[in-house]
């Protein structure tokens, strides 16, 4: 395979294993081992994307996940994947890659018009562009900015892929496998320690992939193997590649992401998850991060060919890639020179260096000028040359503060590269999201850990020490003291592994490098931040308009706004904000580091929290016969319960009038096991329930129901039911079928923080009990043939009653209530027999025509009666006494919830919204559930509103609507006309007592 | 995301709990005996401190006891945990709000 | 009268297949899913430090009665799970629970205490194999390491998003898994979603 910009030999590709991708629908040659990045340079295409605001071309700036340029959009259909790093997407054979932000492609890009009208595109732009007026913002700019500008596409179809989550405890998580990194893993785990150690890369290594420095006298690549197998050894050890560590949490929790699958052909193992996110509960956290280098700012540093030194070496050294022919090196610290010596090593002749120091005579720049590479001193690039291209450099001598440019002559350097450094930055990151705090390190110009807040230890780069031998004796240390704090101690500690580092000259900040001309004035653009398109410019007129919180920087530049978060131009950003204020940079500071690291995938966060596991479906019991029985289902809370049960043909509205005329006419059945229920045992029981519920309870018989409603301490209803007293001091409350939980949650606070004196006993047995209620005037038969040793007489089973039989061969609980106002029992067997119960009961009610029916009928039902649904009828906001439930309201009892709050002077308002039934005018007209109530029809706007319908049906056994609604003073409003204003009429209501069906209950007790 | 140590079961993830507010409020044993202010205080005030804050939880999906958690609501530094009915530490002045050093771990208990 | 205790007990998940396994040949070998018959629960609140409790429930129960937290103690026909201070999950052999209810009942006359028939409370799943562990930490946020939870130990957790208690049984490992009752088809269905990594293969039955 041959690449233009390949070297002879070298590095950590496969050579002979040849890969095929195409890149903006042409066909290339990569390496196996290859980046995209890496690939496309070798190909020698440098330019691979445009700019989000001013569409210039832009080729790769670096060799790593804080890439800001070479965006790209990844695959197509499902599989399609925007805003991914071109330095982080591992080839694989048939990778198919686009530019994105390029329209109609990359080469000619009609949006770099754009760049032409850069004066309107500068800082605050979309503030100052599209404030006025607010309607050509959504209908014309808004569009065309998407257009024009966004990141990538989002893919249209489902996601294909599966993705998964893990929880995992540890002792030691080592974020880094630099040298730091696998120093302290190794470190930690050979005290016997689980250690974790993550790493974003395919492998392990770090920084010595890329600078190859021997340690303990071993090539870095022999010196990587050997730590790797010494790992393996390890009794507890996990080595996660390819998995960033994307947030740090609270309480040393962590999430990482890992790509299990992202570096094989799409499709190729589908039985795994594509990427995982891991959970992590470290002991102790090690954070190895590394740095990131930053790029300068001069005019025009942008142009594909301009690259971070450090990446440059990279792409020489691990990927035997030569990004240019000829290059320049323009730098303000010492290890641009490492990277020339390698650069011209793998056959790149280096025009020069050009270093923004006065003078520079170190160890490094001795071993440059040796090998006959020529330093200019005390100069900078002001200016570059080239199209899709770099084609040349001009340099200039700076004056003595680096304020200004000497004369006005420029020496023009041709060459395709720029590699520039302006130094480094510790990756803090993840220190920074774990609250802990920076120090800005002047020498070093960079901010650094200053001090933990969480238990934690920053090692190496990380920690604000570049050179290999400080790295792998933090390293040593940081995992040796992490272990230890976690109760662990090696035999033998890790004695700190050998290496050696060239001195290093100190670096001279120059934020923005002087030009002949001021910053913002002429052509030239002085990026800070690539992906977002912010100059310095920008940067010095926000510092104008007075925008001088960094914060408020970031905002209004959108400065470090991108899916990079700025890991390249943060530090630049605002060391040239504190310039223009005179300010030291520690008091401008940084902004807030936040999650994640790099973007994660919206698939990695769901896991398998999609499709039908998105949330749990709870069934009952009868579920499978409901399912087979044709029907419907309504969601209430979790569970699914039958909404209605379709017959062929039949509409709902069919459907529950055929339904409502068997409960009320013949025999139905509903499954209601769902209702909450909570066993409560012990010699106070009834003591809770005289101060839980608003009324009394110690008189209750044995083998009693009683209706009860709760309140909170505030008066307002929360729950309803019906409990019925099993033995003296043995009830079973039962609860509304959405607060189960909650009910019983809330009782033992109450049993638990405010009555531990109380001895009783509270065991949930919602799910024991599955619950079929037979209703109507036939109701008794059914029964009887279910249970035919049972005395259903009124006399010895009356309402309100309990009685235990066997029925259908199972022993069951049998309650003689009613929330339909028809003879009605309620027959509970444990749920492994409740899938028989139903059969046996549609057996049994066979010949009496027996209907089962759903939630749709029961509330249809109860309404006719007038009985509440907490949720419906209720908001929170509602008392027993504006529900027209005063009976319910104990006057006897010193105290229970709520009751002090009943005299409060809100809660005992007159004109209280109160329960009432609603008549429409005209009888088919039935109310939207919701619609507002106002005394006259029309009127001024805006028209007060007394208050709002909570529950319209049709009634089949009325014959026509019917409706109950909360209104201001209603109780007293009987008789009298309301008015609903629907969006395209007035409907005239007459307001009634909300109970429209047998109000004498003569049914229920028959 | 929290570790709680349950005072029962020991370490859990906050997903197993449920928060119940300010801790040591006790409910008045007669209620009439109070004024609308004072029941009204009762009802709606709560303390919201930057700092040392003494607060209820139930171990909701484990074994359902409430208990007392005092937490450093800046950094979420859980200090202590404590079943309920046992006094707040005697030195209650002790709630400044001083963020307490890094912790040896997410709970001394 | 038909005897209700001979009546088949219907499981959670029996819209499902009843077994979901990975055959032993794939790489991480055999890991199982089935729902086992629903056993007796009884759910047991005492005072367990009161000498007089745990004699009375010690005479009944072989003398079991965990009092160290997430803890199991098991007989041959009777397991009794660790739920809270004075909280406790007893499982008996299918249909053994009312015999076993009436004898605790009897034994604590005149101590505060109860014993509730919670048989139908809950199913029991039981996920056995290599990769079991890992399954159910894609899911749950304890620590299953063998540091961390080992056979005899058990927890009321969560698992994905449904409550569960959990018990280790063995090391091959075998984990039980109680989720309530309408919640197992949920948590049936997220196994083995959670399996088919491994290869797994639903079992009809
Ligand atoms: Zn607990």
Known sequence: MSNSHRTASGGRIDRTRSVTFTFNGKSYQGCA??????????????????????????????????????????????????????????????????????????????????????????????????????????KLYEPLIRHAAGLGKAPKEPDPDRYDKMHVHCDVLVVGAGPAGLTAALAAARTGARVILADEQNELGGSLLTSGETVDGLPAASWIAKIEAELAACPEIRVLRRTTAAGYYDHNHLTLTERRTDHLPRGAAPHLSRQRLWNVRAKRVVLA????????????????????????????????????????????????????????????????????????????????????????????????????????????????????????????????????????????????????????????????????????????????????????????????????????????????????????EPLRPLWVVPSTQLVGRGSGKHFVDFQNDVTAADVLLASREGYQSVEHLKRYTTMGMGTDQGKTSNVNALAILAQSLSAPIPQVGTTTFRPPYTPVVFGALAGRDVGELADPARVTPMHRWHVENGAVFEDVGQWKRPWYFPRAGESMHDAVNRECRAVRNGVGVLDASTLGKIDIQGPDAAILLNRMYTNAWSKLDVGRCRYGVMCKEEGMVIDDGVTTRLGPNHFLMTTTTSNAAKVLDWLEEYLQTEWPDLRVHLTSVTEHWSTASIAGPKARDVVAALAPDLDLSADAFPFMAMKEAVVAGVPARIFRISFTGELSYEINVPAYHGLRLWTEIMKAGAPHGVTPYGTET????????????????????????????????????????????????????????????????????????????????????????????????????????????????????????????????????????????????????? | MLLIHCPWCGPRDEIEFAYGGEAHRVRPADPSALSDAEWADFLFLRANPKGVHRERWVHAHGCRRWFNVERHTVTHEILRVYPPGAAAEPDAAVAEAQPPQASQQGVRS | MANAVDLPRVGAVA????????????????????????????????????????????????????????????????????????????????????????????????????????????????????????????????????????????????????????????????????????????????????MAEYNGRAISG
């Open chain 1, 289 to 504: 991060t590394g740095g990131h280098e930053r790029p300068l700012v001069f005019a025009d540093n942008d142009r594909p060919g301009i690259m971070l030194a450090g990446a440059v070496r990279t792409y020489v050294n691990r990927y035997g890639v030569t990004p240019g022919k000829r290059a320049v090196l323009l730098t303000n610290n010492d290890s641009a020179y490492a990277a020339a010596l390698d650069m011209q090593a793998a056959g790149i002749a280096i025009a020069a260096i050009v270093d923004v120091r006065t003078a520079v005579n170190g160890p490094l720049a001795a071993k440059a000028r040796a090998a006959g590479i020529t330093v200019l001193e005390n100069r900078a690039v002001v200016a570059t040359e080239g199209g899709k291209r770099l084609t040349s450099v001009d340099v200039m001598p700076l004056a003595a503060d680096g304020g200004g440019v000497v004369g006005m002559a420029r020496t023009s350097i041709a060459c395709d590269l720029l590699a520039m450094s302006g130094g480094w930055n510790p990756a803090v990151h993840l220190y920074s999201q774990s609250t802990g705090k920076l120090r800005y390190d002047e020498a070093a110009a960079c901010f650094v850990p200053h001090k933990a807040t969480q238990a934690l230890h920053c090692a190496g780069t990380c920690n604000g020490r570049f050179a290999l031998p400080d790295c792998l004796a933090e390293g040593v240390a940081a995992g040796t003291e992490a272990a230890r704090e976690a109760g662990f101690t090696a035999d033998a500690p890790l004695p700190v592994p050998r290496a050696e580092a060239d001195a290093e």
């Open chain 3, 15 to 194: 819209r499902f297949a009843s077994a979901f396994a990975v055959p032993p040949d794939r790489a991480g070998g055999a890991l199982t899913l089935v729902e086992m018959i629903p056993p007796g629960q009884i759910n047991l609140r005492c005072d367990g430090h009161d000498p007089r409790a745990a004699r009375a429930v010690g005479g009944v129960l072989q003398g079991l009665l965990p009092v160290n937290a997430n803890t199991v103690q098991s007989a041959a026909d009777v397991t009794v799970l660790w739920l809270g201070p004075d909280e406790w999950l007893i499982l008996t052999a299918p249909g053994q629970e009312g015999a076993v209810m009436a004898q605790l009942r009897e034994a604590l006359t005149g101590l505060h205490a109860a014993v509730t028939d919670v048989t139908g409370n809950r199913a029991l799943l039981r996920l056995s194999g290599p990769s079991a562990r890992e399954t159910l930490q894609k899911g749950c946020t304890l620590d299953l390491h063998p540091r961390g939870f080992r056979p005899g130990q058990c927890a009321q957790t969560v698992l994905a998003r449904a409550g569960i208690i959990l018990h280790q049984r063995d090391d091959a490992p075998t984990y039980d898994i109680l989720p309530r009752r309408s919640f197992a088809e949920y948590v049936w269905l997220w196994l083995s979603d959670a």
């Open chain 1, 33 to 138: 081992g290859d980046t995209l990045a890496s690939a496309l340079l070798a190909n020698g295409v440098h330019l691979v994307a445009r700019s989000f605001k001013y569409h210039r071309p832009r080729g790769i700036l670096s060799a790593g996940s804080e890439e800001p340029s070479a965006l790209i959009q990844l695959e197509r259909g499902g599989h399609t994947e925007p805003n991914l790093r071109a330095t982080q997407i591992e080839l694989y054979e048939g990778l198919s890659a686009a530019s994105q932000n390029a329209w109609p492609n990359v080469n000619f890009d009609v949006g770099a018009v754009n760049g032409l009208l850069s004066k309107i595109f500068v800082a605050g732009f979309y503030y100052k562009t599209f404030m006025h007026p607010q309607s050509l913002w959504m």
């Open chain 1, 858 to 1006: 029961m509330h249809v039902l109860r309404a006719e009666k007038g009985y509440i649904i907490v949720g419906q009828e209720t908001d929170g906001t509602v008392t027993p006494q504006d529900l027209g439930m005063d009976w319910i309201v104990s006057k006897q009892k010193a105290d229970f919830v709520g009751k002090r709050s009943f005299t409060r002077q809100d809660t005992s308002r007159a004109d209280r919204k109160q329960l009432v039934g609603l008549l429409t005018q005209d009888p088919t007209m039935v109310l939207p559930e919701g619609a507002q109530i106002t005394a006259q029809a029309g009127g001024t706007v805006p028209i007060p509103m007394l208050g709002y319908v909570t529950s319209s049906y049709w009634s089949e056994t009325m014959g026509r609507s019917i409706a109950l609604a909360l209104i201001a003073g209603g109780s007293r409003m009987i008789g009298q006309t309301v008015h609903a204003p629907l969006a395209d009429k007035n409907v005239a209501c007459a307001v009634v007592k909300p109970v429209f069906y047998d109000p004498e209950g003569v049914r229920l007790h028959g």
